[in-house]
């Protein structure tokens, strides 16, 4: 039986149809080990085989501690794009309005690393939005609207890393809370 695997280009030779099905296939076994929903895995193909990123250049559910000044909470983001190992893009997989997730979006980026994540990128893996977390400014469109890895390393270059203001970091975690509080629990008690 035969089936069709997706190729990034059209190879030029027998070797380099080779090289591209088995860098294919060495995605599919990499997201296949990782516990993605639907649109997650969607993404991430998406950034592997569309734009150049690596499975290094990503990171998957993601789990970051976040104090208030009360209490500790754990927040999770559903990829990262993080290439040179500086985490540039957090995305967030939304299966509802993307407008709904933009806050909080921006929220995370600034305040889960020592500096602010610069883009948030919300989709639900047609529709998207891309947030300049510095100036808040949002670019509606496809997920196409996502940087490439060149693209990306091109605006590393020009990007400014700093921290979220001290004083303005606990309203930011505020609302992160509020929306970690509001997710469905996987296992309700009744």
Not at 83 to 103: Q, T, Y
Request: net charge negative; proline share 5%; glycine share 4%.
């Amino acid at each position: 039986m035969s089936f069709y695997v997706k190729l990034e280009k059209m190879p030029d030779s027998p070797d380099e149809r080779k090289k591209l099905i088995e860098k294919q296939f060495e995605y599919e076994k990499h997201l296949d080990s990782l516990e993605l929903t639907y649109i997650q895995r969607k993404v991430a193909e998406f950034l592997l085989c569309r734009k150049g990123y690596s499975p290094q250049d990503i990171e998957t559910n993601k789990e970051f501690s976040i104090g208030l000044q009360d209490f500790d909470f754990t927040a999770t983001a559903d990829l990262i794009v993080k290439p040179d190992d500086k985490r540039f893009i957090f995305v967030k997989c939304a299966v509802n309005s993307l407008d709904s997730w933009e806050r909080v979006s921006a929220a995370f980026c600034r305040v889960i690393d020592s500096y602010q994540i610069p883009y948030a990128f919300i989709t639900d893996g047609e529709n998207a939005k891309l947030l300049n977390t510095a100036d808040g400014s949002v670019t509606d469109g496809n997920i196409d609207i996502i940087p490439s890895r060149n693209e990306a390393e091109s605006m590393l270059s020009k990007t400014s890393f700093q921290s979220y203001p001290e004083d303005r970091k606990e309203k930011e975690k505020r609302i992160i809370y509020a929306f970690e509080g509001i997710k469905c629990s996987p296992s309700p008690e009744i």
